[in-house]
């Protein structure tokens, strides 16, 4: 089902245990409580789609775009989220031990009561994000952005290099040699990027729309 166009789809409980999802268009979509262990969803775009209680064990979703997705509950043990677009997304009790998130967007997202335990969150960038409730056991924050994080009990973690400074996103570097760019967090840019952010989810929701109102 790569690179395939399913918005809205409903896969609730389905058993999709290593399926392809690469690049598949999949916003909005009901994926509650469906199987997708080692499942393959590189790149996919599933903005403001339903993956409350999936399990989602190994999976690959490097490069996703999950933009106000409900993880709620999930289970996401060692699932690779690098470079994952998590803002504002919902993943409260989410159990992500082992997980992979480094360099992950999760600006504003929901995280109270998530399972890190050794989870990698090498530069992930976390602004405004809510982690109340829970300590980051065993967790490896290497260069993570933190302003105006709430509630993370780092005690535990293994931290190094936090970014404290109002920075609201990271443009990183696609080429080696050169230099990451830190974008400060000043009103134009914070408007900008929540603007940007919001982009694919309404776009989601107007698709939506247009079916809903389409003639039958």
């Given at each position: 089902?790569?690179?395939s166009?399913?918005?809205?789809?409903?896969?609730?409980?389905?058993?999709?245990?290593?399926?392809?999802f690469?690049?598949?268009?999949?916003?909005?979509?009901?994926l509650?409580?469906a199987?997708?262990?080692g499942?393959?969803?590189f790149?996919?775009?599933?903005?403001?789609?339903?993956?409350?209680?999936?399990?989602?064990?190994?999976?690959?979703?490097?490069a996703?775009?999950?933009?106000g997705?409900?993880?709620?509950?999930?289970?996401?043990?060692?699932?690779?989220?690098?470079?994952?677009?998590?803002?504002?997304?919902?993943?409260?009790?989410?159990?992500l031990?082992?997980?992979?998130?480094?360099?992950a967007?999760?600006q504003?997202?929901?995280?109270?009561?998530?399972?890190?335990?050794?989870?990698?969150?090498?530069?992930?960038?976390?602004?405004?994000?809510?982690?109340e409730?829970?300590?980051?056991?065993?967790?490896?924050?290497?260069?993570?952005?933190?302003?105006?994080?709430?509630?993370?009990?780092?005690?535990?973690?293994?931290?190094?290099n936090?970014?404290?400074?109002?920075?609201?996103?990271?443009?990183?570097?696609?080429?080696?040699?050169?230099?990451?760019?830190?974008?400060?967090?000043?009103?134009?840019?914070v408007?900008?990027?929540i603007?940007?952010?919001?982009?694919?989810?309404?776009?989601?929701?107007?698709?939506?729309s247009?079916?809903?109102?389409?003639?039958?």
């Amino acid at each position: 089902m790569g690179n395939s166009r399913l918005s809205d789809a409903s896969f609730w409980e389905a058993e999709l245990q290593g399926a392809s999802f690469v690049f598949a268009q999949l916003p909005g979509a009901a994926l509650a409580m469906a199987q997708l262990q080692g499942a393959n969803l590189f790149g996919a775009y599933l903005q403001g789609a339903n993956l409350s209680n999936a399990k989602l064990q190994g999976a690959n979703l490097h490069a996703a775009e999950l933009q106000g997705a409900d993880f709620s509950v999930a289970r996401l043990q060692g699932a690779d989220l690098s470079e994952a677009h998590l803002q504002g997304a919902d993943l409260c009790v989410a159990q992500l031990q082992g997980a992979n998130l480094s360099k992950a967007q999760l600006q504003g997202a929901k995280l109270p009561g998530v399972g890190l335990w050794g989870a990698n969150l090498d530069k992930a960038e976390l602004q405004g994000a809510n982690l109340e409730h829970r300590k980051l056991d065993a967790s490896l924050l290497t260069g993570v952005f933190v302003w105006r994080t709430k509630g993370a009990n780092c005690a535990d973690a293994v931290t190094t290099n936090p970014q404290y400074d109002a920075i609201i996103e990271t443009r990183y570097a696609s080429r080696p040699g050169h230099a990451d760019e830190p974008i400060s967090a000043t009103p134009e840019a914070v408007e900008r990027f929540i603007e940007r952010a919001v982009t694919d989810l309404r776009g989601s929701e107007k698709t939506t729309s247009e079916r809903a109102c389409a003639p039958v």
